[in-house]
């Protein structure tokens, strides 16, 4: 399951990898008036090689299993690193704690507070299922 931070990172390489591979061309091309092919060539890949950033994805899960230690400090419970990601953008977290954690069963309370003229609980359901990931399987919230 790759999380919309993983989905960016391997768009981020892949542009970085393209500009690279331009700027490396464009070396090549001014090394190729000033010494022989081999050295060029040489010099070339050592650029390409240097310049692509193989290590990013190892480097923001780290940070990522660092900053899910911190959280479990304040006793937070962190399952997997791309909910910390999740978390990282959100705005709003909705939620209570009628039965969801003794009885492993979410339940929609009787009273739903409503905080503009005119929205019901029917209206905020609806919301919340045209919001919600259809396309995905079902998971479990906990």
Not at 4 to 23: E, G, M, P, R, Y
Not at 65 to 71: F, I
Not at 75 to 86: N, P, Y
Not at 105 to 117: A, G, L, R, S
């Amino acid at each position: 399951e790759h999380s919309n931070f993983q989905t960016l990172l391997v768009n981020i390489v892949l542009v970085l990898v393209a500009i690279s591979s331009v700027l490396c061309f464009i070396v090549f091309v001014y090394l190729l008036t000033l010494t022989n092919f081999s050295d060029a060539l040489s010099f070339t890949v050592v650029l390409m090689v240097a310049s692509i950033p193989i290590a990013i994805e190892i480097v923001t899960t780290t940070t990522l299993a660092l900053g899910s230690k911190e959280l479990s400090h304040d006793g937070a419970i962190v399952t997997r690193l791309a909910a910390i990601e999740d978390m990282a953008g959100m705005s709003i977290l909705c939620s209570d704690k009628t039965g969801t954690l003794t009885m492993n069963k979410m339940v929609i309370q009787e009273e739903t507070p409503v905080y503009k003229k005119g929205e019901s609980q029917y209206s905020l359901l609806r919301y919340a299922a045209m919001a919600a990931k259809w396309w995905e399987p079902p998971r479990d919230a906990l």
